[in-house]
């Protein structure tokens, strides 16, 4: 049996039409050799991180490996610096932030299936960088064969039959200067640690994510109920698995926003909080526990307006309008504020001047029965408590508020106007 045989022995291709992500390296190219011309496309995305006369030759190369196989290919160039800012921005390693721009491009193609050359000495790096960086033990699911239209045909192939498949076919393949940078931790394991394992051996760790992917599948996550805040039904949460657990935590984690991980001893901080019906108090966020439920809080927000007079943040939005959306909306007089504005956790030493008087924010919370509010402050003091996020009212500070004590709509002030 020829290579290509054997390799179309292990693919599995989806149906309808398919985007291929073509980066031109041997594993792309062998698949993109293998696709059915009448259904398929490839994009090519330059994340302009290497040098431009590196670039220009695999563009060139990967346009003319396309065209010998009569498969249509777009090239998608991002701007230079783009994946160097949001790795800067969010904390995560250029290889992340490459990853993650890519996937957004991909997103948006016009394709049953997007497929990508992830074959089985791709899942064995990926297992043993998540053991290695003390991922929780439910990320050992590793690479999945089909996640939302993402599609990973060669899944099951091995890196050395797709190698030995480019050389039996005289193919000219193009290649990354960053693959053998081994500051790269995927890069240090495909280099110093893979070459030491046996064939053997990286199918039972192969195996390991095709056992973890049959476990999740087959028991059900912890239902998190999604918002300004989250929160889990306490006796969900402790009923379930550790495993479960931390799942649950390390997904609100990442849909607060944080790219890295959580720790595991932060985990498990929270999840002793909870049973002891404790609170905690965490660097990304608060956890309030009660007999029934648990509630996860953002932990930090700053946000300043200039002269603008509507904002929106992460279901928060406020807006000057000529009539209330319903009897909770909020209608501030932006013109009798002192811009800029800062929108901003609450602090231990905040007051607001409220129409009964002088009162401290804290003092508010503890009425509300919440950890904190959020306040909106120009130059001269704070002229709003915004507790809505949390179920709770607004209070605003007594001078944008009229005669009858209700905060202004637009109207009122242009009659009020001479």
């Not at 049959?214 to 805040?229: C, D, H, L, M, V």
Request: proline residues 4%; contains cysteine.
């Amino acid at each position: 049996m020829s290579y290509r045989e054997q390799i179309l022995s292990k693919t599995v291709l989806p149906p309808g039409r398919l985007c291929l992500a073509f980066s031109g390296g041997s594993d792309s190219l062998a698949l993109l050799s293998l696709l059915p011309k009448e259904r398929s496309y490839a994009v090519y995305i330059n994340h302009n991180i290497r040098p431009s006369d590196e670039l220009e030759k695999e563009i060139a190369l990967n346009k003319r490996n396309a065209s010998s196989f009569s498969i249509p290919i777009k090239i998608i160039t991002m701007e230079r610096g783009q994946v160097e800012a949001l790795s800067l921005k969010e904390g995560i390693g250029i290889e992340a932030a490459a990853r993650k721009l890519r996937y957004a491009i991909l997103e948006k193609e016009d394709a049953d299936y997007v497929l990508t050359a992830h074959h089985m000495d791709d899942q064995v790096e990926t297992i043993l960088m998540r053991l290695l960086s003390g991922s929780p033990f439910y990320r050992l699911e590793g690479i999945r064969l089909e996640r939302g239209r993402i599609f990973r045909p060669f899944l099951h192939v091995e890196k050395e039959l797709i190698n030995a498949y480019i050389d039996e076919s005289g193919l000219s393949c193009s290649y990354d200067s960053t693959n053998s940078d081994v500051r790269y931790k995927r890069n240090f394991i495909r280099k110093n640690i893979l070459p030491l394992i046996s064939s053997k051996e990286k199918r039972l760790i192969s195996s390991i994510a095709d056992n973890m992917q049959q476990i999740n599948g087959r028991e059900a996550g912890i239902p998190i109920k999604k918002g300004f805040t989250y929160s889990i039904e306490k006796e969900s949460f402790l009923s379930s698995s550790p495993m479960r657990m931390e799942e649950a935590l390390y997904k609100i984690n990442e849909d607060l926003g944080f790219s890295s991980l959580l720790s595991r001893s932060q985990c498990l901080e929270v999840e002793n909080a909870v049973e002891k019906n404790l609170n905690y108090t965490g660097p990304r966020f608060l956890v309030r526990t009660t007999d029934d439920v648990i509630r996860f809080y953002p932990r930090h927000l700053n946000i300043v307006f200039d002269g603008t007079k509507s904002f929106t943040w992460n279901n928060l939005c406020y807006e000057v309008s000529d009539e209330a959306f319903d009897e909770k909306t909020l209608i501030i007089d932006f013109s009798s504020l002192a811009l800029p504005l800062l929108l901003r956790e609450s602090r231990e030493c905040d007051v607001i001047e409220l129409r009964e008087g002088r009162k401290k924010v804290r003092d508010l919370e503890k009425e509300y029965g919440v950890p904190y509010c959020f306040v909106l402050e120009d130059r001269t003091s704070i002229v709003a408590v915004l507790a809505r996020v949390f179920g709770k009212k607004d209070r605003l500070a007594r001078r944008l508020l009229n005669r009858k004590g209700k905060a202004c709509s637009l109207r009122e002030l242009e009659r009020a106007m001479p």
